[in-house]
């Protein structure tokens, strides 16, 4: 019985429908086992398989398999095929098949990793890795020499999260290449990478990454208990991990962080939280995660703290504007117009003596044209981007306002709506915001300010009961630890900041030591103010 479908039957639950077979033994017959390769993987093109053949009067029969295009063709011909073919101790007819295994294994490849497998499964999961198989005529275990290196994308500077100042290098597809970004930016022996293969098909790479001590026990066993038990045949992209072990799946904010930025990685593992690398997107995870979190950026600490938490305060502002200003256009317009000044009134209404369309039908005209503008800027070629953006703004928004179909003050909204929605350092939340936008103008359109202020309410109260693997979504403000608001709404000095956020739970909550406000040494300002002595002048 499959692997998959026995642990169904002891999880109670309906085992993911594939044809991946049982575990098969490896067997002592070189043949047998080449034809049971052969059934499993096809007879593909770019599967390479090479016999090695004792031409004397000795038993000894090898078989070399690599998949070409994941291995890397010289290490293949320089540490594995010509230092078996040319061994003159291979080609005598003495040998045996266990000797030349032992030989093989210990002396013969100059490779980073030799694994032994015994199993057709083993073996088919490192050939699909990059490595080269050696089975042996005789035995029941075969050789893999690491031999991996396909075609990957150099580090770039990240598209979705750019910064001013600050390491312009993002994470790649490369699951290995994101560990060592990491390793080289967390030099301490404490730093911990847990690996997990997770995919029936896939068998995708995922590495948990935290610092002993740091990170929290109790959230780091969630983490892998979440894990473990994903039972599906794909991962492909983060997202997919991300939706398999994220708390409150029906809620519209994100409670798990995603980043391109290995720097902002390092600084969430630094401050408790554990990241989570997907061999294969170049997208990282970030878990637990608050909902204060996402308004932080990583160009917070690369500049001033006085002008981060203004540009903080800035986003805060911006994601109240992305979420209200539309619904509050609608209120005020449709049932508080005695809240607007005369001359302003007088203004909207002569904007709006022509349009047909009550405001409701003109801000969803207007989102859904910017949402259709944002999506074809994002599929279109960079090359004729501009030409997307140029039609956007001013053949439709000018067109449409001189066609009578919106008013003026209308394309205002909308377009600062949208700009608003830019400021927000991570595109998860940005997202989000986007749909509560449009339950907001309904609502707006038929109770007024009365029904934005109770579905207020009812976001605040369902944000209050969130979690992020244990920890409250809206800490440390609900509940309220005055100590943990130092990295909040406005950022204090580094030197300021001595304890780590209360979102993590580990042992060691200290970041720094005390009093590490720079000060003048201690007589200095005494000495500053004492003339200086002439020259060659006699002291008595």
């Known amino acids: 019985m499959p692997q998959n479908q026995q642990k169904g039957r002891k999880t109670g639950k309906d085992p ?64 594995v095929l010509q230092p078996l073919m040319e061994n003159v101790t291979l080609k005598g007819d003495t040998i045996t098949a266990e000797a030349a295994f032992s030989m093989i294994k210990d002396q013969m490849l100059p490779v980073g990793g030799v694994k032994e497998g015994k199993t057709l499964e083993v073996l088919l999961a490192l050939l699909f890795e990059g490595y080269t198989l050696i089975l042996f005529e005789g035995l029941q275990v075969a050789l893999a020499a690491d031999t991996s290196g396909w075609e990957k994308r150099s580090i770039n500077e990240p598209t979705s999260q750019g910064v001013i100042r600050g390491p312009k290098e993002g ?182 003596e022509g349009v047909p369309l009550p405001a409701l039908a003109e801000a969803l005209l207007m989102e859904l044209t910017f949402d259709v503008l944002r999506e074809a800027g994002v599929r279109m070629p960079r090359t004729i981007g501009p030409a997307i953006s140029i039609v956007g703004a001013l053949v439709l928004g000018q067109a449409a306002v001189q066609a009578g179909l919106v008013s003026a003050a209308m394309v205002i909204v909308v377009s600062f709506t949208a700009i608003s929605n830019f400021v927000i350092p991570s595109l998860a939340i940005a997202n989000s915001i986007r749909l509560i936008r449009f339950v907001m103008m309904f609502i707006a359109s038929t109770l007024g300010l009365f029904g934005i202020m109770s579905f207020m309410m009812v976001l605040l109260i369902h944000m209050a009961g969130l979690r992020s693997f244990g920890v409250p979504y809206l800490s440390p403000v609900a509940p309220m630890i005055p100590r943990y608001l130092k990295d909040i709404f406005i950022r204090v000095p580094l030197w300021s900041m001595t304890m ?36 060659g002048e006699d002291p008595a």
């Open 171 to 352: 994470f790649t597809e490369s699951l290995r290449t994101g560990t060592s970004m990491l390793r080289r930016r967390l030099k301490t022996t404490d730093l911990r990478i847990e690996e997990y293969k997770i995919g029936q098909r896939t068998q995708t790479g995922i590495a948990i990454i935290y610092l002993k001590g740091i990170a929290s026990e109790q959230v780091l066993t969630e983490i892998r208990r979440r894990l473990n038990a994903i039972n599906t045949d794909a991962i492909l992209e983060s997202n997919y991990i991300e939706e398999f072990i994220q708390d409150g799946g029906l809620t519209p904010f994100p409670t798990i962080q995603n980043t391109e930025r290995p720097d902002a990685v390092a600084g969430g593992i630094l401050e408790g939280q554990i990241g989570i690398i997907i061999d294969g997107t170049p997208f990282a995870l970030l878990a637990p995660s608050t909902f204060f979190n996402f308004f932080q950026s990583s160009e917070d600490y690369y500049q001033r703290y006085d002008i981060s938490s203004f540009l903080r305060l800035i986003r805060y502002g911006a994601f109240f504007v992305s979420m209200l200003l539309p619904a509050l256009y609608i209120a005020v317009t449709t049932f508080h117009q005695e809240m607007l000044p005369t001359t302003l009134l007088i203004s909207l209404a002569a904007q709006r």
């Open 16 to 79: 993911v429908e594939t044809s991946v077979p049982a575990p098969l033994p490896l067997n002592a017959s070189l043949e047998v086992n080449l034809q049971e390769i052969g059934k499993r993987i096809g007879s593909s093109s770019d599967i390479v398989i090479r016999n090695f053949t004792n031409e004397s009067l000795s038993s000894l029969s090898l078989t070399f398999i690599y998949i070409d295009g994941l291995v890397n063709a010289d290490s293949v011909n320089q540490t």
């Open 500 to 535: 780590r956020p209360k979102t993590d739970l580990g042992k060691e909550t200290r970041r720094q030591g005390p009093n590490q406000k720079p000060q003048p040494a201690e007589g200095a300002n005494q000495k500053s103010t004492e003339q200086p002595k002439p020259q």
